[in-house]
């Protein structure tokens, strides 16, 4: 399960450090070309604003940072936290996004609303494979019966 674990938040980190990187110091380029060169996903939703695409990039690679951090320590709890912060982006990015399918093409939506889908229902997963996983030390371990031993 460890393996699993830090693996699913190495590559929500990968996402999230890539497009904060990008955003952060291209934000012209993130804004004309994410997620590929031809394909405008931002710049077909309104006009460029300098300040919002590098805060978005800033905002992006906070959250990668401690994704990074809770794959590192695989601390049950700052996965958690970790896994809800994503969702918490997630989440409402997904649902604006099924409500804009109208600017892209067919492709370019399944691309789009697949990827994230895939965003939602990850960390989804990995946070339901952090419950009764937890070793006496609170580091995410063997499935265990749940209970709490203390230590005499």
């Known amino acids: 399960m460890k393996g699993w674990l830090r693996g699913g938040l190495l590559l929500l980190a990968a996402s999230s450090l890539t497009v904060g990187l990008w955003a952060l110091l291209v934000p012209r380029s993130f804004y004309e070309d994410f997620p590929l060169p031809g394909r405008d996903w931002v710049s077909a939703l309104g006009p460029y604003n300098e300040h919002l695409v590098r805060d978005v990039g800033a905002l992006n690679l906070a959250l990668g940072v401690l994704l990074v951090a809770a794959a590192i320590l695989l601390e049950r709890r700052l996965v958690q936290v970790s896994l809800v912060a994503w969702l918490a982006y997630a989440v409402p990015h997904f649902v604006f996004h099924l409500t804009q399918v109208h600017h ?28 009764g996983t937890s070793r006496g030390d609170g580091s995410v371990g063997d499935r265990k019966t749940g209970e709490r031993r203390t230590e005499a």
Do not use: K
Request: charged share 5%; hydrophobic share 55%.
């Open 104 to 131: 892209f093409s067919p492709f370019d939506n399944l691309a789009n609303i697949g990827g994230l889908g895939l965003a939602v229902l990850l960390p989804l997963l990995l946070l339901a494979g952090t419950y």
